[in-house]
C-alpha cells in the first residue's frame, strides 16, 4: 500500500486574481490542474496533515473553495480515500467550533473522506494503523513574544479580544495543544493493542528539532508558534511505554523538511510547502509492513 502524504497545499492561492470574484463559478482551473497532477503517482490513499484550504474569506465575495469544497473536489477526482487533519489556516474567515463541525458532517456523509480528529483509527494493514489530530501550537517552546501575531489571531472567530487581552490567545493556543495530547493519550494506546506500527498525524510539529524554515532551525522567537510541546511530550510518554512499537508523526505547518529520531521507536517527519505551487513531495510505502518515506519524484 501507498500513501500520498500532502501537506499545506493552500489551495485558496489558487483561486484566481485576474478576474472579478462574480465570475468564478467552477472550480478554478489551478485547482483543476493540481489534482489532474496527482494522477501521475501511483497510490492508494491520501493523507493530508493540515491546510487545505480557508473556512471562508473575507475580501473575495464569491469564494467557495474552501477547505471542505477542495476536499470533496479532490476525493470526487481521485477516487482514492483521503484521510486529513485540519492546520490553523483550516479555520481562516471562521471560527474553530464551526468548522469542526463541518468536518463531522463531512467524514459522516461521504465514505471517502475522513477527519482523522473525530476519532478515528485506520486500516492500513495488519501492522499498521492512522491516527490523527489537528492539534495546535502551545507557546512553551523558545522564548514567547507578545509582539508576534499571527493572522489566526485576526481571522479566527475564538481569538476574538485578543488586542485587549493576549491572554485570550495565550489560554486558546495551549488548551488547543493540551486537547490534542491528551486526545493522543487516549487514542494511541487503543490503537496499539491492535497494531504494532502507527502513523501519527498532526499539523504542528511535535518537536522543535523538527520546526525548520528553508533549512534552518526556527529561532526562539518564533518557535513558541511553530512546536507542540504538549503533543511532543506525550508521544515521547507513549513511546517510552510501548518500546515494542513504532510511531511516525506527520506534520506541516513550518513548510520546511525535516526528520527526527526522538527515540529509537519514535520519529517524527514534517514535509515542505509552497504557498501558490502545491506539489506531492513524498509517498509513504508500507510494502512488507515497514513505513518508509519516500521523495515522491525519485
Known amino acids: ?12 492561492h489558487l483561486w484566481p486574481r485576474d478576474v472579478r470574484d462574480e465570475q468564478v463559478v467552477d472550480t478554478p482551473e489551478r485547482i483543476i ?15 493530508i496533515s493540515g491546510d487545505v484550504s480557508l473556512a471562508g474569506h473575507k475580501w473575495i465575495s464569491n469564494f467557495f473553495a474552501t477547505t471542505e469544497y477542495c476536499l470533496k473536489y479532490m476525493a470526487d477526482t481521485l477516487k482514492k480515500p483521503i484521510y486529513f487533519v485540519l492546520g490553523n489556516h483550516d479555520y481562516y474567515f471562521g471560527s474553530i467550533n464551526t468548522t469542526r463541525a463541518k468536518m463531522v458532517q463531512l467524514s459522516d456523509a461521504n465514505d471517502g473522506i ?7 483509527i485506520v486500516n492500513l494493514s495488519s501492522e499498521i494503523g492512522l491516527v490523527g489530530h489537528d492539534g495546535w501550537y502551545d507557546l512553551r517552546n523558545g522564548t514567547l513574544c507578545r509582539d ?3 493572522s489566526e489571531f485576526e481571522y479566527v472567530a475564538e481569538f476574538s479580544g485578543y488586542r485587549s487581552d493576549w491572554g485570550i490567545a495565550e489560554r486558546l493556543c495551549k488548551e ?10 487516549e487514542v494511541i494506546p487503543d490503537a496499539l493493542k491492535t497494531y504494532n506500527k502507527l502513523i501519527v498525524v ?5 518537536f522543535a528539532e523538527v520546526s525548520k524554515y528553508r533549512g534552518k532551525p526556527t529561532d526562539e522567537e518564533h518557535l513558541p508558534f511553530y512546536s507542540n510541546k504538549a503533543v511532543g511530550d506525550a508521544l515521547l510518554e507513549i513511546a517510552k511505554a510501548h518500546p515494542d512499537k513504532e510511531l511516525v508523526t506527520l506534520s506541516g505547518h513550518t513548510h520546511g523538511f525535516a526528520e527526527f529520531q526522538a527515540l529509537p521507536n519514535l520519529k517524527s ?9 502545491p506539489a506531492l513531495h513524498k509517498i509513504i510505502d508500507l510494502a512488507d509492513n515497514q513505513i518508509k518515506i519516500i521523495d515522491a519524484n525519485q
Do not use: Q
Not at 475522513?114 to 478515528?120: D, R
Not at 488547543?176 to 493519550?185: I, P
Open 269 to 277: 517527519v514534517v514535509s515542505s510547502a509552497w504557498y501558490g505551487a
Open 202 to 206: 498532526t499539523h504542528v510539529p511535535p
Open 114 to 120: 475522513t477527519w482523522l480528529t473525530n476519532g478515528y
Open 1 to 12: 500500500m501507498k500513501l500520498a502524504w500532502l501537506t499545506d497545499i493552500h489551495l485558496d
Open 176 to 185: 488547543l495543544a493540551d486537547d490534542a495530547a491528551d486526545y493522543f493519550r
Open 33 to 47: 490542474d493540481f489534482c489532474e497532477s496527482l494522477k501521475d503517482y501511483e497510490f492508494d490513499a491520501i493523507v
Open 148 to 150: 508576534y501575531i499571527m
